[in-house]
């Protein structure tokens, strides 16, 4: 490792020796730099201006570097680079597109392994749906969405199934693909996870989603957000869900109010460490009807007295 360092520290010496007088340095020395693909593309970039045939078959083994010495000095295709290329999925795909400027088969088996990248491919390179690699979308939710947004430019009725069972995809599929529609076949999945539940209300429901409720105030934060949006401040239902739980009631009620919710704190009360936490950051203030309840727990007594300095002597 400290060799590698102390390797990588002097070509950048090497490089800047170079830039700062603007011409090139010893051959002994450029024979050590051809060897790193990223100063050797640089080097030539900056101070030759022209390609370097010596350091090509150090270059092209480096997707990245090689598609830079690409876009600079080849600009086409690189035979002799295609073989490390192909091997990078998101170098493949922009070779492609770039260079190849049409499908490129030899590749394809690269690019089928990183499903974001292959779904870029078939939209900026084919250009339209591709069968072949449907099969390897199909298995991850999200990248089924944009397939079907970009690509489709519908609905992929094949990969719906699967759409369905992860809240998330299923929530981007009713917004980019059914135009914020109901998707009922969805609502069982999406209504388990808060976040999503709160959002497909908001986009496709667009009022209370009662059948969702159990699990959206299961997060407080998602929680405010709902009554804040689509129930008008209805405390009932934090009453209803969170009454058993001090600690989400507590998070529920600083997410949404920035004073006490009176008709809520009979719940609060029954909890020393949230006696203490709603007292010093919701009242902010001593709460004298909480104080007989909180007297038994020394710990949060204690640090209560301490915070409103509370003489317990």
């Known amino acids: 490792m400290t060799e590698q360092i102390v390797f990588e520290n002097e070509l950048q010496r090497y490089y800047e020796i170079a830039t700062k007088n603007g011409k090139r340095v010893p051959p002994e020395i450029e024979n050590i730099m051809m060897k790193d693909p990223g100063y050797a593309c640089l080097y030539a970039s900056t101070i030759l201006k022209q390609r370097w045939p010596e350091a090509e078959s150090y270059i092209m083994k480096d997707p990245y570097w090689a598609m830079q010495y690409i876009r600079e000095f080849i600009k086409g295709r690189w035979k002799k680079a295609e073989s490390y290329i192909m091997k990078n999925p998101y170098q493949a795909y922009r070779y492609a597109q770039c260079f190849v400027k049409g499908r490129w088969k030899k590749a394809e088996p690269y690019i089928i392994k990183d499903v974001e990248i ?40 094949e990969a719906e199934p699967y759409i369905m069972k992860d809240p998330e995809a299923a929530c981007e599929y009713v917004r980019w693909v059914l135009d914020d529609n ?5 609502e069982p999945h999406i209504m388990k996870d808060p976040k999503y539940a709160y959002m497909y209300a908001i ?37 209803k869900y969170m009454k058993n739980n001090p600690s989400l009631l507590y998070k529920y009620i600083k997410n949404i109010s920035k004073g006490r919710i009176k008709s809520l704190e009979k719940y609060i009360i029954k909890s020393p460490k949230y006696i203490y936490r709603y007292a010093v950051n919701i009242i902010r203030g001593r709460w004298k009807e909480a104080e ?22």
Not at 182 to 186: I, L, R
Not at 205 to 226: G, N
Not at 233 to 238: C, G, M, R, T
């Open 118 to 157: 292959l779904v870029d491919y078939v939209r900026d390179v084919i250009g339209k749906r591709a069968s072949w690699a449907e099969k390897y979308i199909i298995k991850n939710p999200l990248r089924s969405v944009w397939y079907a947004h970009y690509v489709i430019k519908g609905r992929w009725h």
């Open 182 to 186: 109901k998707w009922p076949e969805a």
């Open 203 to 239: 986009m496709a429901i667009k009022q209370r989603w009662p059948e969702a409720e159990p699990y959206i105030f299961k997060d407080p934060y998602w929680a405010s957000e709902y009554v804040n949006h689509l129930c008008d401040k209805n405390w009932n239902l934090a009453t």
């Open 292 to 313: 007989p309840f909180l007297k038994d727990n020394k710990k949060y007594w204690d640090k209560y007295c301490k915070n409103f300095e509370i003489n317990i002597l």
